[in-house]
């Protein structure tokens, strides 16, 4: 491999990797649709799933999907995150919701300036009306608002 070739992979895979050449593809973790790693459905994933918690792991965003009705969890639905309310711009994210009805990503995600949370299934698509912050959605929702939930 010539110098001009190593010197774009080397560019290549700060790109793609984060500025971090140590980082490994298999780092990343991600819910997937049908998925059943998961556990907890309902609960705070992240009082265990940050950097430095008892799960080894940290997550950028994590929470669980409910029926409408809120009695069972609803998988294989999606999760998007937008920087603006109309929803109308690029996803910054787009979390598939695995077959546990429970959502995760370690992804760097940029909170600080809100983001605008939506679930969608194949019938409906329900959206926040304010921005959030960070991606610790159990830490609110099922204790002191609704589950998130969608038809």
Not at 40 to 67: L, Q
Not at 95 to 102: L, Y
Not at 105 to 110: A, E, G, K, L, V
Request: glycine share 8%; net charge negative.
């Amino acid at each position: 491999m010539n110098k001009i070739s190593k010197s774009l992979l080397l560019i290549i895979t700060i790109i793609v990797f984060g500025c971090d050449i140590n980082k490994n593809i298999s780092d990343i973790v991600i819910s997937t649709y049908g998925s059943t790693k998961s556990h907890n459905v309902g609960k705070d994933c992240m009082a265990c799933h940050i950097n430095g918690g008892e799960a080894g792991f940290g997550f950028t965003i994590a929470g669980s999907v409910y029926d409408s009705n809120l009695n069972i969890p609803y998988p294989n639905v999606l999760i998007t995150l937008f920087s603006d309310i109309e929803i109308s711009d690029t996803p910054i994210e787009v979390i598939e919701v695995d077959g546990k009805g429970n959502f995760y990503s370690n992804i760097p995600i940029d909170w600080q300036n809100g983001l605008f949370a939506s679930v969608s299934s194949d019938t409906e698509i329900r959206n926040m009306n304010a921005p959030i912050f960070d991606g610790s959605c159990n830490s609110c929702h099922g204790l002191t608002s609704a589950y998130i939930n969608v038809e």
